[in-house]
């Protein structure tokens, strides 16, 4: 079965430049999740949604990040524009959802954004 | 405070030796916690969950939690140098079973 596939793995852009990160998740599973990491620290949750509902965005700086998830399966995050600060990974997490259990998150690669 | 609280170590052990990662948590009422292994330059892999009070073993690994002191520990017996990378222990809302709470992780060295 295939993993949680993201794309790109790595992307440099200049800072004011908008970027798209894309995430197809484990086949069945209902939650998605966009994390950032960055060194030295653990994932934050960016935004998380069950099937099409974004039900958890409370941490995304709305005012240059967006996400979207059509049809409930794929997912992309965008950031426009982007700012120096912005440089880290960016992942994707997905679970089957749920109340009763089977709540485990399994992730992507991850994107590497770096923002000069 | 942090809700989910790790040492960043770096933790040292000889290989062959008892590896011992602790996390604490705030929420007595979280619900599930999970142990990830993250390698430099990859992504979190899921290698432990625990749900119950107690101990849960999978081959060399152990997973230990205990509600009342709210702390959950990874035991690595026999540890060899591919066990060498950062492990986040992450803790699972009792409001919202899907919402995660990571620690900043514990690097564990395992020296030859």
């Known amino acids: 079965e295939a993993g949680v596939v993201q794309s790109p793995r790595y992307k440099i852009i200049e800072k004011k430049q908008p970027v798209a990160f894309w995430c197809n998740p484990i086949s069945g599973h209902n939650t998605l999740y966009w994390y950032l990491q960055n060194l030295g620290q653990g994932p934050e949750l960016l935004i998380r949604y069950e099937n099409e509902e974004a039900v958890d965005d409370s941490q995304l700086p709305k005012d240059r990040f967006s996400a979207e998830r059509l049809k409930g399966v794929d997912s992309t995050l965008k950031i426009q524009p982007a700012e120096l600060g912005d440089s880290a990974v960016y992942l994707c997490?997905?679970?089957?959802?749920?109340?009763?259990?089977?709540?485990?998150?399994?992730f992507g690669p991850g994107t590497r954004l770096t923002v000069l | 405070q942090k809700e989910v609280e790790q040492n960043s170590g770096p933790l040292s052990v000889p290989e062959g030796a008892i590896a011992s990662l602790n996390c604490t948590y705030s929420?007595?009422?979280?619900?599930?916690f999970f142990w990830y292994r993250q390698y430099s330059g990859k992504s979190p892999e899921l290698i432990m969950f625990i749900y119950s009070n107690g101990d849960k073993e999978d081959g060399r690994f152990t997973a230990q939690l205990n509600k009342a002191s709210q702390y959950v520990s990874l035991l690595i017996r026999d540890s060899q140098p591919s066990d060498s990378a950062t492990y986040l222990c992450a803790v699972s809302s009792l409001y919202n079973f899907n919402k995660f709470y990571f620690g900043s992780g514990t690097k564990l060295n395992v020296k030859p």
């Open positions: 929420d007595r009422g979280s619900q599930s």
């Open positions: 997490a997905s679970s089957l959802g749920g109340q009763d259990g089977n709540n485990e998150q399994f």
